[in-house]
């Protein structure tokens, strides 16, 4: 609908961008803070090895990040660009509603501090992979009070607290969440829109990223972590995580940096694509 919408000239760059600030500024927290907000609290007993496990992962995609697509077919210009592809997933957008899909609305919790990691990282490595400049890899402290991070802040002190939260609060914070996976893909959809036909399905390379990203990486942490004796939930969680497409801070870093706008689209696109069916195929693993 995102990509027939632009080619209608019912969306275009200024409206993408003033969604996606929406959706990352407002639906996605809200999302998070509606995961506590039900009838039963999750377990704050998991809250450490939800992070334990989070910065784990993400020190494993981060390395692989740096050593596989040296040996893939990719330009060296383009590496970066496969770098961030294969580091980081769409969580944020299209992964919460997933796993609360999946393993039911309290997960949104445990995925949210699973998720810790990334948030911090994506605006140090991220930009390190997508502009291949070390001068721009510099943690910038706005990013322990962001929305998305503030809303974690606070689900984990509902959790802790065992607070109830009024109907009168929790009930537009649901409604606002709910409104991230629609409008996320919307925004996905219109950037594709912007490439040609032919060249929106890419090349060799992007299906073997897509490959490594969706199937054959998380299928290693799930195996590594249950040989390291991880809660199984944490671990499947973990794993329906380090399976989503690829992370739509990629399109907006290479809009901002003006680098390789059209490889990340279209990495953005195919993975996306398939995740509609390799997500379901994955579940049957855990």
């Known amino acids: 609908m995102g990509y027939f919408l632009r080619k209608?000239?019912?969306m275009d760059s200024?409206?993408?961008r003033k969604l996606s600030?929406?959706?990352?500024n407002v639906a996605c927290p809200c999302l998070i803070l509606a995961s506590v907000m039900g009838d039963v609290l999750p377990d704050k007993e998991l809250i450490l090895p939800l992070l334990i496990v989070g910065f784990a992962t993400y020190t494993i995609l981060i390395g692989l990040a740096f050593v596989l697509p040296k040996l893939m077919p990719v330009k060296p210009e383009e590496r970066g660009i496969y770098s961030f592809m294969l580091a980081f997933g769409n969580v944020g957008f299209i992964g919460y509603p997933i796993v609360a899909s999946i393993f039911g609305a309290n997960a949104v919790f445990y995925a949210s501090i699973l998720n810790f990691p990334s948030t911090l990282l994506v605006f140090i490595f991220g930009i390190l992979f997508v502009t291949g400049d070390k001068d721009k890899m510099k943690f910038d402290v706005r990013t322990l009070y962001c929305p998305a991070m503030i809303a974690s802040y606070l689900s984990i002190a509902i959790v802790a607290t065992g607070w109830t939260v009024p109907k009168v609060i929790s009930t537009p914070c649901t409604l606002l969440g709910n409104m991230t996976v629609p409008a996320a893909l919307l925004i996905i959809g219109s950037s594709m829109a912007q490439i040609s036909f032919r060249r929106m399905f890419g090349s060799l390379s992007i299906y073997l990223m897509a490959?490594?990203?969706l199937m054959?990486?998380?299928?290693a942490i799930l195996s590594?972590?249950?040989l390291c004796g991880v809660d199984r939930t944490i671990n499947d969680i973990n794993t329906v995580l380090c399976a989503m497409p690829v992370a739509s801070y990629g399109t907006l870093f290479c809009i901002q940096y003006g680098k390789g706008e059209t490889t990340m689209a279209q990495g953005t696109f195919i993975t996306t694509l398939l995740s509609v069916v390799s997500i379901p195929l994955l579940t049957l693993f855990l």
């Not at 600030?21 to 990352?24: A, E, S």
């Not at 054959?216 to 299928?219: K, N």
């Open 21 to 24: 600030i929406f959706v990352i």
């Open 216 to 219: 054959i990486v998380p299928l």
């Open 224 to 226: 590594l972590a249950r």
């Open 14 to 16: 200024d409206f993408d």
């Open 8 to 10: 209608k000239k019912m």
């Open 211 to 213: 490959a490594l990203r």
